[in-house]
Each structure stands twice: as C-alpha cells, then as structure tokens.
C-alpha cells in the first residue's frame, strides 16, 4: 500500500508508452471517422468511450503485474460518496460531450430539466472557489444521486472519476470531514497513473488535430451541454465550454505541455 497525493507526471518514461500508443490510435480513429463522414456525435462518443475502456484495461493490467497478484484492496464501493463531494473533475471535451448525450438518450425531459437546475446551481456555487474552498464547502457533484450515493452516469464515466480511488474509507472520510483539497490517501499508483497516461494520449492526439481538449471543470460544463447541441461546433475547432477560474488555470499548463 501507497500513501500519497495522487497526480500525473507526463514526463515519467514508464508512462510514455501508454500516450504515444494512446495517442496514435485516436489519430487514426479521428482520421478513420471523418473520412466516413460520421456526425460529430458519434466521433466524440466513440473517442471517450475508446479511451476510458483502454485507461480501465490498461491501468488494471500494469497494476496486476506489478504487484505480483498482491494488489491494493481497494475500499471503493457502490454508496461510498465521499469524493462526490469534496472533488474537482476535470475532464476532457468528447467526455464532457458524451456524458451530455448519454443523459439526453436515457433521461426524460423532467429529469433533464430537474438535472439542469441542480447543475446550474452547483456551478454557481463552485464559481468564486479555489480548490480548497470547494473542499471546505462539500458541494456535491449534481451528476450523484443522492438518495443512493451512486454516480448517475457511471457508465461514462470520465478517466478522472474512474481513475481516484482509495484504499481506506476512513481516510477519505477524514479527508471529506477536514475539508482537504488534495489528500494524502492509501492508493495503487498504476491504477492512477496509466488510466490518466491513456486520457492524456487521447487529448495529444486531439490537440495535434486542433480540436480543444479540455479539460474542463464537469459540474459547471453541465448546465451548458445539456442545453445545447455543441458536438458540431466542437468538430469544426470551436472551443464550445465554460471555463472555471480553476480549469483555466489547468487549461494553460495543458495547451502548454499537449503543444
């Protein structure tokens, strides 16, 4: 077991095999789509969905070979909520997007208009927060459904929600309960690191195409998303999301190392 912050060093060597393979198959797939002419729906969805299943494949593989069949019991389970709370997604655009066409497939209106209210006052509330006052203020991510703890969209899901993940509940409890931003956790670092090394791969490939990327803080691009088509524009190089204080701010460190 690990103890420590959870983040991504893209210029790990270790790491580097899984974005530039990454990276190469969502060019040629991008490529691929265009030239069929597939809607710009269909592109985003099939680039998010390609790039979560790799992160959830790669990322379990490397952590089963280097643990040696002993890996981290994980404490993550359907109802535990807590980073819900206290969390910051930062996710990509075609997984933003997607996520907004999932709901609108599966949704009904009621529930859209219900999930939009919910989503424009959390993004309201996040707005003037930095990372710790997010932390500190427990908003929780109008994507969970609160009755049972469990994410409403789990099965898209982006990278940054399937790649936390945390070996004692009790830290994050403590962790939620303190209001801590960034917290010192017990975790499996491949299951982090080559899971965002996949997501990371991805946004290269894309930026290398001139599409935006991201990332983009999800709970104040869901009031957005949900009320408009925006895969089109996307596709035609537009940058179509909000950004927040802090995902501007994680958006410039991006454009600079994706260039």
Not at 22 to 40: C, N, Q, S, Y
Not at 79 to 91: K, L, Q
Not at 127 to 137: C, I, N, T, V, Y
Not at 166 to 195: M, T, Y
Request: hydrophobic fraction near 40%.
């Amino acid at each position: 077991m690990t103890e420590r912050r959870v983040g991504l060093d893209h210029r790990d060597p270790m790491l580097r095999p899984f974005i530039e393979v990454e990276a190469k198959i969502v060019g040629e797939v991008v490529a691929e789509l265009k030239a069929e002419g597939a809607p710009a729906r269909e592109i985003a969805g099939a680039i998010a969905g390609m790039v979560q299943e790799d992160a959830d494949a790669g990322a379990s593989t490397m952590s089963e070979r280097l643990s040696g069949g002993r890996r981290l019991p994980l404490a993550c389970a359907p109802g535990c909520s807590y980073c819900c709370h206290s969390s910051t997604v930062h996710a990509s655009t075609p997984e933003i997007l997607r996520i907004a066409s999932w709901l609108k497939e599966h949704r009904s209106d009621a529930e859209l208009a219900d999930l939009k209210a919910r989503a424009a006052d959390a993004a309201a509330r996040i707005a003037p927060l930095d990372l710790g006052g997010r932390a500190r203020e427990k908003v929780a991510c109008p994507l969970l459904d609160s009755a049972s703890g469990r994410c409403s969209v789990y099965d898209v899901r982006p990278v940054a929600c399937r790649a936390y993940h945390s070996g004692s509940v009790e830290a994050c409890k403590r962790a939620h309960d303190d209001g801590e931003a960034n917290p010192v956790l017990p975790i499996d670092p491949p299951l982090f690191q080559v899971a965002h090394a996949h997501a990371f791969g991805m946004m290269t490939a894309l930026a290398s195409e001139g599409l935006d990327t991201g990332p983009y803080d999800l709970t104040a691009a869901l009031p957005v998303v949900l009320e408009r088509e925006l895969d089109e524009r996307w596709l035609a190089g537009e940058k179509v999301l909000p950004h927040t204080r802090l995902s501007e701010e994680a958006s410039v460190g991006y454009e600079l190392v994706l260039g």
